[in-house]
């Protein structure tokens, strides 16, 4: 619930990488996710159903219909 992943969200980020966060609205604390939308180290804010659904989206274009992973 801390600060935690603050830390390595902005190394993938320095490294070149994406980083989504859980938006405020659906967290029970927003401790984790605000400390990285306060060190702006995100490209995106959705609610858990959004990211997993995204995440789903990623895996199978990557490997069920034999598309590079994006």
């Known amino acids: 619930m801390g600060a935690d992943g603050k830390a390595g ?4 980020k320095s490294r070149g990488g994406a980083m989504m966060i859980q938006e405020p609205k659906s967290c029970v604390v927003f ?3 605000g400390a ?8 995106r ?3 858990l159903d959004e990211i997993a659904t995204f995440l789903q989206e ?5 490997t069920v219909q ?4 994006v």
């Open 66 to 69: 034999g598309r590079k992973y």
């Open 58 to 62: 990623k895996i199978c274009l990557g």
């Open 9 to 12: 969200a902005e190394t993938i």
């Open 45 to 47: 804010m959705e609610t």
């Open 31 to 33: 401790g984790m996710p």
């Open 36 to 43: 990285v939308y306060g060190s702006g180290a995100y490209d």
